[in-house]
């Protein structure tokens, strides 16, 4: 044998081991993915998407609102006669900041109401306790600064002498993009041959809903004005439970007292319990929803390629459907008569 096939056989051999060894990190990629979605035997992941970089926008927004309500304060704001109207409201609210920071604290929980009163993607419980965690700092450090006062100590319990609105604004800030990047990175669906899969890996790892296609009655898509202008859409699989759905259509009445009140209830307590009622409805009101809120727990939120994704659904959603059972067995049974 000569050289020249010594060499060729060798370079066919070399070749044949790189082949057999370039595939080695697709399969623990996809051994991960099984691992994380809880695959059965025989089921493969035909697609696997997480909601687009975009999708929670409004979240970044909220923490741009937090950044510049503090720099508002900040600023030295000198007014004059000439100025507008918005000069001398911040004129004032920074008098009233003068006496424990009560300015920014309205500021700030007129911003936590009016994001709770949109009733919007960024209304829910956790926003809302974020938000009023920040606009209520300033009152807790007064607070420790008082009981020091009172235990006649040099500094209380929390290491800050002053409330400096540019760091806390900076810190309010990031931590809050860091939640919310954090909470978006924690969703992952998967389309399987046997059903959908969404799940949530955030404080409890695998936490999600697995559907079979033969359980989905309908294949929708939810697309905003945000969608369409960064190019992701939101797929719904509806199995007419209406759990990918949250329906937020909330708002607050408050009823009138019956006329059959006790004899000791005068005139100024029924006031008195009249105001607080008006109090309590004005605070805790909420506008009503006539559209549904997808819910990114149990739905394809704010995914880019969706068109592909959407098509892959409807194809798998047909096969596993009664007319496509039947459509294969027409098949085989016209292969068989061949």
């Keep these: 044998m000569s050289d020249e096939e010594l060499s060729s056989e060798t370079a066919e051999e070399s070749n044949s081991t790189l082949e057999t060894e370039e595939p080695t990190e697709p399969v623990s990629n996809s051994n991960s993915l099984i691992e994380k979605f809880r ?36 600023i ?3 007014a004059s006669s000439d100025d507008n ?24 929980l007129g911003v936590a109401w009016f994001n709770r009163m949109l009733n919007g993607t960024t209304s ?20 420790d600064d008082f009981i020091a006062w009172i235990m006649n100590k040099d500094s209380g319990f929390i290491p800050l002498d002053e409330f400096s609105y540019s760091l806390f604004g900076i810190f309010w800030a990031t931590l809050f ?72 259509a909330m708002s607050v009445s408050v009823g009138t007292a019956g006329g059959n009140s006790g004899e000791s209830t005068n005139a100024e307590g029924q006031v008195t319990k009249s105001l ?6 004005f605070i805790t009101y909420q506008r ?6 997808p819910d990114p727990r149990f739905s394809f939120f704010c995914i880019t390629n969706w068109k ?24 085989q049974i016209a292969e068989s008569q061949d």
């Excluded at 059965?40 to 909220?62: C, H, N, Q, R, W």
């Excluded at 009503?288 to 809120?293: A, E, N």
């Design 39 to 74: 695959l059965t035997g025989d089921e493969e992941i035909l697609k696997d998407v997480k909601p687009s970089i975009f999708a929670f926008v409004p979240m970044y927004i909220v923490s741009l609102i937090i950044l510049g309500a503090h720099m508002l304060f900040a």
């Design 76 to 78: 030295d704001w000198d």
């Design 85 to 108: 109207f918005l000069v001398k409201t911040m004129v004032f609210l920074i008098e009233l900041s003068d006496i424990g920071e009560i300015g920014f604290v309205l500021v700030m």
């Design 124 to 143: 829910g419980k956790w926003t809302t306790i974020f938000l009023l965690i920040v606009a209520l700092t300033p009152p807790v450090l007064r607070l």
């Design 177 to 248: 993009t860091l939640f919310t990047v954090f909470y978006q990175r924690s969703f992952h669906y998967a389309i399987t041959n046997h059903r959908v899969i969404f799940t949530q890996h955030l404080i409890i790892p695998g936490d999600g809903r697995r559907i079979l296609f033969d359980n989905i009655n309908e294949i929708r898509t939810q697309r905003t004005m945000l969608g369409a202008m960064f190019g992701y859409n939101t797929i719904i699989c509806d199995t007419g439970s209406q759990l990918g759905i949250g329906e937020d």
């Design 276 to 281: 607080f009622k008006k109090m309590f409805a």
């Design 288 to 293: 009503s929803r006539k559209i549904d809120l």
């Design 308 to 331: 592909s994704i959407e098509q892959l659904l409807n194809e798998m959603h047909q096969r596993h459907s009664q007319s496509g059972i039947l459509n294969d067995l027409k098949d």
